[in-house]
Nanobody, 122 residues
Framework: QLQASGGGLVQAGDSLRLSCAASGRTFRRDVMGWFRQAPGKEREFVAVINWSGNSTYYADSVKGRFTISRDNAKNTVYLQMNSLKPEDTAVYYC?????????????????WGQGTQVTVSS
């Protein structure tokens, strides 16, 4: 199971750090991703990190502002979000891809967290 946390209500330009803690199963060898879904929109890719943490990939909309990282000793993945914008408002989900090498498509991910709300006011 994956448990996302750290969301909240912030102002534009602020920062938040999301966490995704795994339990019941280790995800240390799995690709981990963050996605988000705004009301009325499809779930969209945000960032992905490989199992060792030395390879990351970001959506263009967050590149340079968000940083994905992981601490395998804690079985936790993070998403540091800086310079937040109102258009970043969404429910953020973490996910684990246990079968492939990672993707920006949500369909290949096997485990999903419950989501954490991020609201950015202007």
């Amino acid at each position: 199971q994956l448990q996302a946390s750290g969301g909240g209500l912030v102002q534009a330009g602020d920062s938040l750090r999301l966490s995704c803690a795994a339990s019941g199963r280790t995800f240390r060898r799995d690709v981990m991703g963050w996605f988000r879904q705004a009301p009325g929109k499809e779930r969209e890719f945000v960032a992905v990190i490989n199992w060792s943490g030395n390879s990351t990939y970001y959506a263009d909309s967050v590149k340079g502002r968000f940083t994905i990282s992981r601490d395998n000793a804690k079985n936790t993945v993070y998403l540091q979000m800086n310079s937040l914008k109102p258009e970043d408002t969404a429910v953020y989900y973490c996910a684990a891809d246990i079968l492939s090498n990672g993707s920006s498509s949500p369909t290949v991910y096997d485990y999903w967290g419950q989501g954490t709300q991020v609201t950015v006011s202007s």
